[in-house]
Structures are given as C-alpha cells and as structure tokens.
C-alpha cells in the first residue's frame, strides 16, 4: 500500500514539473500529434467511454454518438498540446516511423482488435526477424519506453477530452 502511495506521488510530482514547463515548439506538438493519428488514438476514446460509468444507457450512447461525430483529425488537434509536455519530440517521431511500419500497424491492430487470448504459462509468441530487428533499435527501445511511462497521462487527456465531448452541444 505504501508503495503505492509513493508511486501516486512521484507520478503527481513528475505530471506537476511538466504541466510547469515551458509550452512546447508547434514542431513538437505537430510530432505528437502525428504520432496520435499513427496510433489512431481515437479509438482510445471509445475505451475510456466503455470503461467510464453514467447514469443511463442513453446517455452512454450519447457519449459514444458525440465521439463518432469527432472528427479523428480533432481528436488529434486537441489532445497534442497537453501530451507534448510529457511526450517528448524524438520519441513521437520515432514511435510514429514504428506505426507507420507494417509490424507497427498489426501492433496497433492487436491492441484496438484483438479478443481475449489464452497464454499458458512459458508459451512465448512467435515473431519474425524483421520484427526482432524493430525491437532491438536502440531508438526504438528507448522511444517505446518513454511512451509507455506517457500512458497514464494519455488515459487521463483522453478522459479529459471525453469530458469535454460530452459537454458540448453538437
């Protein structure tokens, strides 16, 4: 538990500092927000929506209307901003090369598509050379990390931005 505590305020202490900082370049927001469309963060919103609770089922399906009325390209505009201060540049632009590659699209296939699998334990999926080569660049390795620490800060812009969705008449 206390672990958890201090893994709660570190990760508060860090979101602090870069909400503090500087705003970033419009080079480094249009990285990021070319990394967003890479993703297809958009189907992000669907997730937090699915996981959100409301009142009704219809205001549920409000929610959901309002989101497929978004344009992706919106979507991408408006949560680049605050995601550029905890997303660094080199890794949007790397990580966007990567979804772009066709290993990067089946890896963003299997996240947004993929039912539940059964994995026993010390099975170990398969993959191909060319995929074990991506996975050993340096730039990549290190830009995968930094983007894996920034999912917590995409859950929560993507939440806030959902919050935002369903305040607004359309």
């Known amino acids: 538990m206390k672990l958890a505590v201090h893994a709660v305020l570190a990760l508060s202490l860090c979101l602090t500092q ?3 900082a500087a705003p970033a370049a419009p080079a ?11 993703m297809h963060i958009e189907k992000v919103l669907n997730g937090v929506a699915g996981r959100s609770r409301y009142a009704s089922d219809a205001q ?25 201060q905890v997303i660094d540049a080199d890794t949007a632009r ?3 090369r990567f ?23 010390g099975m170990r999926m398969g993959t191909a050379s060319e995929e074990q080569k991506e996975r050993r660049r340096p730039a990549y390795v290190l830009a995968s990390k930094q983007l894996a620490e920034a999912e917590p ?16 008449k359309r």
């Open 18 to 20: 870069a909400a503090d």
């Open 99 to 121: 979804y772009q590659t066709p290993y990067g699209q089946q890896v963003i296939h299997r996240r947004y598509n993929s039912g539940a699998q059964i994995q026993m334990p």
């Open 153 to 168: 800060a995409i859950d929560r812009e993507a939440f806030k931005l959902l919050q935002q969705l369903d305040k607004e």
């Open 94 to 96: 790397e990580m966007t």
């Open 28 to 38: 480094h927001v249009q990285a990021v927000q070319d990394l967003l469309g890479a």
């Open 60 to 84: 549920r399906q409000a929610v959901y209307a309002k989101i497929d009325k978004t344009p992706p390209a919106e979507i991408y505009r408006r949560m680049a901003a605050p995601l550029a």
